[in-house]
């Protein structure tokens, strides 16, 4: 595998059910990011993580819980969601987080469906 | 605050004709500037980045983009489009470092990019 893979591709869930996605990073890079792209909304960055430590959480509501084992792995999991959370989640890996190597590589994303 | 704006939420062109995707960004100070292509159910791709130095920047499938400090623009070109090309694109910005912020990428609405035969 190469560059930023993400699985699963596409998932569908209830609102009660419990589910995570997974982010697997072939770079070596030391950040990770999640984002969430809804239809006809810009990129909405989630979470970031830098060396397996949060730096940031743009106010993402708690039934969304990003974990981060280590600088290649980075889950999302996802619990009582509501319909409004259907959208494409991309995982995306940085060198660094500032600086001049700090363009970001993105996954293919996860398209979820709530009902 | 840091923003990125690009002007037209859909562009649309033929097959062979000049492809401009406009985009500005709002700092005194000039960001690293980026130029993303996503084609339909896949991530983003990364076409080209400035960073510094010369401000004409050449980027994968034939793209490049041009610097200018004057206008704070970042537009994107392509001399000739090609049916393939019709995609969504995003210009994006990250703060330099010391302007005192984390330097994550900040991007705009997208750009909706239509190819006619």
């Known amino acids: 595998e190469t560059g930023v893979t993400q699985t699963p591709r596409h998932l569908v869930m209830g609102m009660t059910n419990k589910k995570s996605l997974k982010c697997e990073q072939h770079?070596?890079?030391?950040?990770m990011y999640w984002y969430k792209q809804s239809a006809k909304k810009p990129l909405e960055l989630m979470f970031v993580?830098?060396?397996?430590?949060?730096?940031e959480n743009n106010s993402v509501p708690s039934r969304f819980s990003p974990e981060c084992p280590n600088s290649s792995h980075l889950f999302l999991h996802l619990h009582t969601l509501q319909p409004e959370d259907s959208a494409l989640y991309l995982c995306?890996?940085?060198?660094?987080?500032?600086?001049?190597?700090?363009?970001?590589?993105f996954g293919p994303g996860t398209r979820l469906t709530v009902l | 605050a840091q923003s990125v704006t690009q002007l037209g939420s859909h562009v649309s062109v033929s097959e062979g004709a000049l492809v401009l995707l406009r985009c500005n960004y709002s700092?005194?100070?000039?960001?690293?500037l980026f130029w993303y292509v996503q084609y339909p159910n896949q991530g983003l791709q990364l076409l080209l980045k400035?960073?510094?130095?010369?401000?004409l920047v050449k980027g994968i499938n034939g793209f490049e983009a041009e610097f200018k400090k004057s206008e704070t623009s970042f537009h994107l070109t392509k001399p000739s489009a090609h049916m393939s090309d019709a995609a969504e694109y995003f210009c994006?910005?990250?703060?330099?470092?010391?302007?005192?912020?984390?330097?994550?990428?900040?991007f705009g609405q997208g750009t909706t990019l239509q190819v006619k035969p």
């Open positions: 770079l070596g890079h030391n950040a």
């Open positions: 993580y830098n060396f397996k430590e949060q730096t």
């Open positions: 995306a890996s940085s060198q660094q987080l500032a600086g001049v190597n700090n363009e970001q590589f």
């Open positions: 700092s005194s100070v000039p960001p690293y």
């Open positions: 994006a910005v990250s703060p330099r470092p010391g302007s005192g912020n984390t330097g994550k990428l900040i």
């Open positions: 400035y960073t510094t130095g010369a401000t």
